[in-house]
């Protein structure tokens, strides 16, 4: 009998027969598999993006640092000399000045590297084989998105908690880090008390004012209309005196240790050594909501200033904002929304089919940023110069660029 024909069969190793088992007995390996090669994507464009964002950021950050240094020099040597080092005061002066500049700066270096990532994967046409893999846009820019959201809310941190309290030295310059150096004074008007604070300059290091004078709108009593004096010391609230302002050495009115204190509608106003014995001869203490940094600050006070103070400021009876502050209170809430609007008009550029070059990508930022901001700063100065209500100036860019905004990416969300 002819022997029957044997058939070879290979055999298969035991790496073989586990992916095998696994192909055919978990129908939803495939979804595994696409989910983990999804994970790969994300973090390889995630990994991309914030490099660039940090390359962006430390270059400007450095070249703004490098060229103050070199123009200040001497002022750090001798600031050195006094609080231990070069070092450490380059990093204590120019620390707050690095978070200011990624306020500023933060929603178009967030625009520049998702337009970069994005740009640079058509480059190598890695974001072809992204789309033959059946990839859509709206998957390849949520990692983009989510990681935009992060630096937003790292910004939103950096200005409402580390600029405030680094108000002081943002104030202050290279030539008069100490705060020795007079400061031109501009007046102010103490709503609740109705007097005119005004002064020559101001003494950041002191809390002083020099040749401060105090005036009324009309003539009170034997005060008469102005309080002056050599020089006066903010002093804050304690549990026995009010805040408020120690005048030293007070020229007008003459006869001031012989006077009763002043007081409008049962407040006092301005306090003697008559009858408060903690003040000197030729003393005089003038109580005031103002304090120093309200008054000696100017526009820094309110740049520098988180959301709550500025909400402070404007409860605070003894000021008097006007329309600017109240759109820069709504502006402040609306910061976050108009920083994610920015990004998501920039990035249907990005995923344009024609956009492989780098710098051109980096160009059409610029230019979306500055017509971005041009349209923002229009409706806020409306709003400052009372054409319009401070709430709509601040929200006014939000109604035009969310329908801009809609249209240009209804690609991103096929």
């Not at 033959?132 to 998957?139: E, H, K, L, T, W």
């Not at 009593?221 to 005196?241: I, L, M, Q, S």
Request: aromatic residues 12%; proline residues 6%.
């Amino acid at each position: 009998m002819r022997r029957a024909r044997r058939t070879y069969r290979p055999k298969y190793d035991s790496q073989a027969r586990a992916q095998r088992a696994r192909a055919v007995d978990i129908p939803c390996y495939g979804k595994l598999r696409n989910g983990f090669l999804m994970q790969l994507i994300d973090q390889y464009l995630l990994k991309r993006f914030f490099r660039t964002l940090l390359v962006c950021f430390v270059s400007a950050a450095g070249l703004y640092v490098v060229i103050d240094v070199f123009t200040n020099v001497e002022e750090f040597i001798a600031l050195g000399e006094s609080q231990g080092g070069l070092g450490r005061a380059i990093v204590d002066y120019y620390g707050p000045r690095v978070a200011m500049i990624f306020d500023r700066a933060g929603p178009f270096l967030v625009l520049l590297a998702a337009m970069f990532t994005i740009t640079w994967l058509h480059r190598t046409n890695e974001l072809t084989a992204l789309f033959a893999a059946g990839v859509s846009p709206r998957r390849i820019a949520q990692p983009l998105i989510g990681a935009a959201l992060v630096v937003i809310v790292v910004g939103l941190v950096n200005r409402e908690w580390i600029i405030p309290h680094c108000r002081d030295r943002l104030s202050r310059d290279a030539r008069d880090w100490r705060g020795e150096q007079g400061r031109p004074l501009f007046p102010r008007y103490d709503n609740r008390t109705g007097m005119l604070l005004n002064g020559h300059l101001a003494f950041a290091g002191e809390q002083r004012v020099s040749d401060p004078r105090f005036s009324f709108e009309s003539p009170r009593d034997e005060f008469g209309r102005h309080v002056t004096a050599e020089k006066a010391y903010y002093r804050p609230a304690t549990a026995d005196r009010p805040g408020g302002y120690l005048l030293d050495r007070v020229r007008e009115p003459e006869n001031i240790d012989r006077l009763a204190s002043l007081e409008i509608a049962e407040r006092p106003v301005v306090l003697t050594p008559r009858d408060y014995p903690w003040l000197e001869k030729h003393q005089c203490f003038v109580v005031s909501d103002v304090d120093f940094e309200q008054l000696a600050g100017g526009a820094s006070w309110r740049q520098f200033s988180s959301t709550w103070q500025l909400v402070q400021g404007l409860r605070n009876p003894s000021l008097d904002f006007g329309a600017d502050v109240r759109v820069e209170i709504h502006s402040r809430l609306v910061r976050p929304l108009l920083d994610l609007l920015l990004l998501l008009l920039g990035l249907p550029l990005a995923f344009n089919a024609d956009q492989r070059n780098v710098f051109l990508a980096a160009g059409k930022g610029v230019l979306l940023t500055l017509g971005f901001i041009l349209v923002v700063l229009a409706c806020q100065g409306m709003g400052a110069g009372y054409w319009v209500r401070p709430s709509f100036a601040a929200w006014a860019p939000v109604f035009i660029f969310v329908p801009l905004t809609v249209y240009l990416t209804d690609p991103l969300r096929q």
